[in-house]
């Protein structure tokens, strides 16, 4: 199973895109409304990365617990875009700025969805990987042959979704 190449890309579209949305409604461009604080403050609730407190990355524990924490927020960013009544579009190698509106809900969750999508193709390749792998060969092994970047790309994953400063903040970024 090939690995997605444009991580670097998916990472840059969500941190633009956030960047957007924090900063639309910090200069009241977008002001939410009830029903936009509540499906935040649920994204936040449901995506609740229980990791003790622990900075990441989080390599004391499995690839499975750091990839289905990544891979959790892309389906509850759709439920929440269900929810709400928003398109989820895709982002990544757009530019914010180019648009002709203020950002809002939509974009705020396309862009975070940009990353978390990569949580789920990510499991995909665990998955696999867990299926064939060898007996001479441990699964980080195998994974390492099939993806030699995943560690690096999921600390950074991690560092946006967890921690100071990230989308575990997500309310605060709203209040």
Same mark, same amino acid.
């Given at each position: 199973?090939? @690995?997605?190449t444009g991580f670097p890309a998916r990472l840059t579209a969500a941190e633009d895109?956030?960047?957007?949305?924090?900063?639309?409604?910090?200069?009241?461009?977008?002001?939410?409304?009830?029903?936009?604080? %509540?499906?935040?403050?649920?994204? =936040?609730?449901?995506?609740?990365?229980?990791?003790? !407190?622990?900075?990441?990355? @989080?390599? !004391?524990?499995?690839? +499975? =617990? %750091?990839? !289905?924490?990544?891979?959790?927020?892309?389906?509850?960013? %759709?439920? /929440?875009?269900?929810?709400?009544?928003? #398109?989820?579009? &895709? =982002?990544?190698?757009?530019? &914010?700025?180019?648009?002709?509106?203020?950002? *809002?809900?939509?974009?705020?969750?396309?862009?975070? +969805?940009?990353?978390?999508?990569?949580?789920?193709?990510?499991?995909?390749?665990?998955?696999?990987?867990?299926?064939?792998?060898? $007996?001479?060969?441990?699964? #980080?092994?195998?994974?390492?042959? $099939?993806? &030699? %970047?995943?560690?690096?790309?999921? /600390?950074?994953?991690?560092?946006?979704?967890?921690?100071? *400063?990230?989308?575990?903040?997500?309310?605060? +970024?709203?209040?």
């Open positions: 199973m090939p @690995h997605d895109w956030l960047d957007l949305a924090i900063g639309a409604q910090q200069e009241g461009d977008w002001i939410l409304d009830d029903t936009e604080r %509540r499906i935040l403050a649920d994204l =936040v609730a449901a995506t609740n990365p229980l990791h003790g !407190g622990n900075l990441p990355p @989080h390599t !004391g524990e499995s690839l +499975y =617990v %750091r990839i !289905g924490r990544i891979a959790n927020w892309a389906g509850a960013l %759709r439920l /929440a875009a269900r929810a709400g009544g928003w #398109e989820l579009s &895709p =982002v990544t190698g757009r530019d &914010p700025s180019a648009l002709a509106r203020p950002a *809002g809900m939509a974009d705020l969750l396309s862009g975070i +969805y940009a990353l978390a999508e990569q949580g789920e193709q990510w499991q995909e390749l665990l998955l696999a990987a867990a299926r064939t792998v060898s $007996r001479d060969r441990s699964l #980080e092994q195998e994974i390492g042959a $099939r993806h &030699p %970047r995943l560690e690096k790309e999921l /600390a950074a994953a991690e560092a946006f979704f967890t921690g100071p *400063g990230s989308l575990e903040d997500l309310a605060l +970024y709203f209040s």
